[in-house]
């Protein structure tokens, strides 16, 4: 893992090895990933991180499974992934919101297997993937599927979240699945705003204030779309 600043490319010394990956750097300078082995998929094999200064805190998981971290705001809160042992065998993936050394688990709905986290926002509103891709958004309790929260195009789904703002738009990719049972699909570039169609911009069942101080905190002419 390396950082880009002053024009030089800086290795992080990190306590845990041989590989390692940074994978977001929020506004503070603090950088998160991974490190240990170079192969993922087996349970304590990889270790989160988050890096500032000089100073390394593991993201440790409750009963040292692996851990690896996707994103950090600029609360210093962390969101990622962790797999569990599968008493069936193999392994259970679940999406963490880790904060100050406490880890909270975000569990799948019914009917689906695992999740990721992979994004996080300032005001804690988390956008993952759930199952093999299927998009939802958190912000304490129960995740929510995304096509629950916004209507989409007959054919579209979201897919490779990038990052979430603090309006609650995530960046990805949008898949549409060309008609007539073809089996091509078109990804493209997008935008998604999961909060839309209520109101609930910080995704805590309530529109409220809250909410209203975050449109108003962006107020004003909206960047053209690509």
Known sequence: AVRWIGGQVEALALPFGPSSEARDVNSEGAICGFMGSASAGRPGTR???VWKDGAVTEIAAPMGESAEAN???DE?????FRLLPNPNGGTLQRAFVWKDGTMTSIEPLPGFASTNALAINDAGVVVGTMGSGVVFVWHGGAPVLFSNLAALPAHHAPIAIGSINDVGQFSCLMRRTLPNA???VLDRPARCSPIAPTGDIDCDGVVDAADLALVLGSWGPCPAEA
């Open 76 to 80: 210093g809160t962390v969101v990622g």
């Open 182 to 184: 073809q089996p091509s």
């Open 71 to 73: 994103a950090i705001n």
């Open 47 to 49: 270790r989160g991180f």
